[in-house]
């Protein structure tokens, strides 16, 4: 199979899809690599990284969509390359598509095969292929919360873990899976006072026995986040419903009884978002104000550290891509039922219900494609 590796072109986004040892691999299983120009440059890897593993490196990247059988990204297609994807070409790449009704729409007419990393699924369940940018994603989330309550940055000017005789800032994360867990241990590292909020009691049972004492574990409920809301100095929503939006968990309504300056980072962005008045920012220009309360929603946090984003991505995401370049797409989902679920469209045909139901589309299960 052909395998193109594209340069990433969304705002302040340096990652890039497949290490030169991951094209190494490839390229010892049979198949051929094209990788754009200057696409591992952010992360550290030059042209002649790639050269020396094998990889052909190609100008433009109408190129590599032409010539690729299966393209791989780290974000989702951007609006310029919609017209370069062809009517059966494999895009392996992070979608989010229930966040972006236009990105589904337009994909819808590209006839290509999408397979979402954030649907996969790992043999014992979880998502393998999001796993690493959520761990990524979480740790950053509290360093964003302690840089951005900063005073200088609008924030309310305290420091995370106070100091003798201060007592330390009180963190909320709402989402005891991936990115909380790692949020919490960062923020409580920190030395902030850490109430992490899950639906699943075996999974605060969980936290409860790792997390350290700076941390609570509780039910979350409507009721139980408006009143923790009222006390924080940082909220970080790390929900996940998935490939499907994220449910609004912090409303306008409650900042009225919120501390001004409060900080909101927002990591289900990429799914829509789970404060009512999130919309997704850049690195470039990272926070907004809404009523006193400062919000940082980037979409591609782990793009900031893309030396140990690409790394991380590249261990998780390789083995399916060669799964997918050495069966075929078909025979791969067929024999392998985690990566059936990151199909989330087949030519026209949404085959991921999330995705379908956001938008009311109709929905065409992945076994009837294969």
């Known amino acids: 199979m052909i395998v193109g590796v594209l340069k990433e072109i969304k705002t302040q986004e340096n990652r890039v899809c497949m290490t030169p040892a991951g094209v190494e691999v490839m390229t010892q299983h049979g198949h051929t690599v094209l990788v754009e120009k200057a696409a591992g440059v952010g992360s550290g890897f030059g042209d002649a990284d790639y050269e020396a593993a094998g990889a052909k490196i190609v100008a ?7 010539q690729s059988d299966m393209v791989m990204h780290v974000k989702e297609p951007q609006p310029s390359e919609y017209g370069l994807v062809r009517p059966g070409q494999i895009v392996f790449t992070y979608f989010h598509f229930a966040a972006d009704e236009q990105l589904t729409r337009e994909f819808m007419k590209t006839g290509s095969v999408a397979i979402a990393y954030e649907t996969v699924t790992g043999p014992q369940g979880g998502l393998p292929l999001l796993t690493p940018m959520s761990e990524v994603a979480g740790r950053m989330a509290a360093q964003e919360a302690a840089k951005y309550n900063e005073r200088v940055h609008g924030g309310r000017g305290i420091l995370l873990g106070g100091v003798t005789g201060v007592a330390p800032a009180k963190v909320l994360v709402l989402g005891g899976g991936i990115v909380g867990t790692n949020a919490a241990m ?26 350290p004492k700076n941390v609570t574990p509780l039910m979350s409920s409507p009721a139980k986040i408006r009143e923790l809301a009222k006390e924080a100095d940082a909220i970080i929503g790390a929900v996940l419903v998935v490939g499907a939006k994220a449910p609004k968990l912090v409303t ?29 920012t850049t690195h470039t220009d990272p926070i907004y ?7 940082y929603c980037v979409a591609n946090m782990p793009g900031a ?25 078909q025979a ?3 024999e392998n039922p985690g990566l059936k679920n990151g199909l989330n469209m ?25």
């Not at 550290?305 to 797409?329: D, H, R």
Request: glycine share 10%.
């Open 60 to 66: 433009a990247p109408a190129d590599i969509y032409g």
């Open 186 to 211: 960062m923020a409580a590292g920190l030395g902030a006072r850490v109430y992490i909020l899950d639906m699943n009691l075996d999974r605060l049972r969980y936290l409860s026995e790792i997390m």
């Open 252 to 280: 306008r309504e409650m900042f009225k009884d919120m501390k001004p300056g409060c900080v909101l980072v927002d990591v289900a962005i990429d799914q829509g978002g789970c404060f009512e008045t999130s919309r997704p």
């Open 289 to 295: 104000e809404v009523d006193g309360i400062i919000h």
């Open 305 to 329: 550290v893309p030396i140990t984003s690409t790394m991380a991505l590249t261990n998780a995401t390789l083995p399916y891509a060669l799964q997918i370049a050495n069966k075929g797409w």
């Open 332 to 334: 791969a989902c067929k």
């Open 346 to 370: 087949v030519g026209d045909r949404i085959t991921f219900k999330g995705v379908a139901d956001a938008f009311g589309l109709p929905y065409t299960p992945a076994d009837s494609c294969l």
